[in-house]
């Protein structure tokens, strides 16, 4: 049952604390993405990996954020120092490059910052 | 002006009811269109897409999309309370120098027994 992994599913930390958010993609897929979930602004695009290169981070806060992809089978989302407005849910997503529009998601990473 | 942007609801439909999800996009050069579900406390997952101008049925969901109205819509016949669930509208836009699915705010269903 080939399905995306992501560690841990639940985290609650105090402000300024690192936090690091594991992901492991479905074998095979070369696409990888990491989307945070709140109420206000819904799944937001943070960082996007093709063949494990770094493709848009646009989305991300650069100065506490940071993604990387140090092999097929895993991603990883680093927020140092984590702050109160970093409390969401974080999702890692793979999928192909032939079809770019279907995504399949892990169970999300639920964050608290204290 | 948001790049996919969906009425947040919720919408309220009783069982065996139509329920219908209206989603509006920005940019006119997208192709590709995608409706994800998501249960309460559940990751996003696929149930239907559509590329072209017109309708496309899968079971009980039909995928409606107008490119010159900039439009997608999604009805869900003979609604059932397992249908109850955020639907969310993804789009997918070229950014960065590649295809990027930019998704709206969803749509809360609740299908009233």
């Known amino acids: 049952d080939a399905r995306v992994t992501q560690t841990p599913r639940h985290k609650v930390t105090e402000m300024g604390q690192e936090v690091t958010m594991r992901c492991q993609p479905i074998?095979?897929?070369?696409?990888v993405f990491w989307y945070r979930q709140t109420m206000m602004q819904g799944l937001e695009l943070l960082a996007y990996f093709r063949n494990r290169a770094p493709l848009d981070d646009s989305g991300m806060p650069k100065d506490r954020f940071s993604a990387e992809m140090p092999d097929a089978t895993l991603a990883t989302l680093k927020i140092q120092p984590s702050e109160p407005r970093d409390s969401a849910v974080y999702f890692c997503a793979s999928g192909s490059e032939s079809n770019t529009g279907e995504l399949f998601f892990g169970e999300g990473s639920r964050l608290t910052v204290l | 002006q948001k790049e996919v942007e969906q009425n947040s609801g919720p919408l309220s439909v009783p069982e065996g009811a139509i329920a219908s999800l209206n989603c509006t996009y920005s940019d006119r050069g997208s192709q590709s269109f995608f409706w994800y579900r998501q249960y309460s406390g559940k990751s996003p997952e696929l149930i239907m897409f559509?590329?072209?101008?017109g309708d496309k049925e899968d079971g009980r969901f039909t995928a409606q999309l107008n490119k010159a109205s900039q439009y997608v819509s999604l009805l869900i016949r003979d609604s059932q309370p397992s249908d109850s669930a955020t639907y969310l509208c993804?789009?997918?836009?070229?950014?960065?120098?590649?295809?990027?699915?930019?998704f709206g705010k969803g749509t809360k269903l609740s299908v009233i027994p």
């Open positions: 993804a789009v997918n836009m070229f950014r960065a120098g590649s295809y990027q699915l930019t």
């Open positions: 559509i590329y072209s101008n």
């Open positions: 074998l095979g897929h070369n696409t």
